[in-house]
């Protein structure tokens, strides 16, 4: 008898096509990553990545020029509206800490605000593959910003902790992290 051969993986289907019409650029497999795993249903983020439509078509246009029109995911969830405050507060601090300005950080910058909407680990928030390509993501797109993460940080409690100081808010009450109760919820592996 011989064995049923296994039916492709939809993800890397759908990430493999994308990368076939890549342009080469830093964030190209970060992006198909992330739309792969938007079509699957993977992930919290909200339609097109959380852009506008014109802006996410140049996105993709850009990064992905010879790409025929792709699906939408079949998995939306909507951007949380009652959260904007807070987004912006996180936009502003992600402008300020771009590598360079660039059509590029702006589309990052928003991407990572409507990943910070969702409940889970930023980096399976949007969908990525692994931590490291979040902290891939963070250097080559925030890089003042992703220095200053230097005890490796879960990214979403570090940029909001980075919020909360320029606010003049410590709520932790320990010393450093490192003797705080909490040191493991923030700097522990993510599963």
């Given at each position: 008898m011989t064995?049923?051969?296994?039916?492709?993986?939809?993800?890397?289907?759908?990430y493999?096509?994308?990368?076939?019409?890549?342009?080469?650029?830093?964030n190209?497999h970060?992006l198909?990553?992330?739309?792969?795993?938007?079509l699957?249903?993977?992930?919290?983020?909200?339609?097109?990545?959380?852009?506008?439509?014109?802006?996410f078509h140049?996105?993709?246009?850009?990064h992905f020029p010879?790409?025929?029109?792709?699906?939408?995911p079949?998995?939306?969830?909507?951007?949380d509206?009652?959260?904007?405050?807070e987004?912006?507060?996180?936009?502003?601090?992600?402008q300020?800490?771009?590598?360079?300005?660039?059509?590029?950080?702006?589309?990052?910058?928003?991407?990572?605000?409507?990943g910070?909407?969702?409940n889970?680990h930023?980096w399976?928030d949007?969908?990525?593959?692994?931590?490291?390509?979040?902290s891939?993501l963070?250097?080559?797109?925030?890089?003042?910003?992703?220095?200053r993460?230097?005890?490796?940080?879960?990214?979403?409690?570090?940029?909001?902790?980075?919020?909360?100081?320029g606010?003049?808010?410590?709520?932790?009450?320990?010393?450093s992290?490192?003797?705080c109760?909490?040191?493991?919820?923030c700097?522990?592996?993510e599963?």
């Open positions: 064995a049923m051969p296994k039916p492709p993986n939809l993800l890397h289907t759908h493999d096509h994308l990368m076939q019409h890549r342009r080469g650029e830093t190209d970060l198909a990553t992330m739309y792969a795993s938007a699957c249903g993977q992930g919290a983020m909200p339609l097109h990545l959380g852009l506008p439509l014109e802006i140049s996105m993709m246009e850009y010879t790409l025929p029109p792709l699906p939408l079949a998995h939306v969830l909507p951007l509206f009652s959260r904007l405050t987004l912006d507060d996180l936009r502003t601090l992600l300020q800490h771009q590598s360079q300005p660039s059509p590029m950080a702006g589309w990052m910058t928003e991407i990572i605000c409507a910070c909407t969702g889970d930023l399976q949007l969908g990525l593959w692994s931590r490291k390509d979040l891939t963070m250097h080559d797109n925030f890089r003042p910003l992703a220095e993460n230097d005890k490796d940080m879960k990214w979403k409690k570090f940029l909001y902790k980075q919020l909360c100081i606010e003049g808010i410590y709520i932790c009450r320990a010393p992290c490192e003797v109760v909490d040191y493991a919820a700097f522990a592996p599963a």
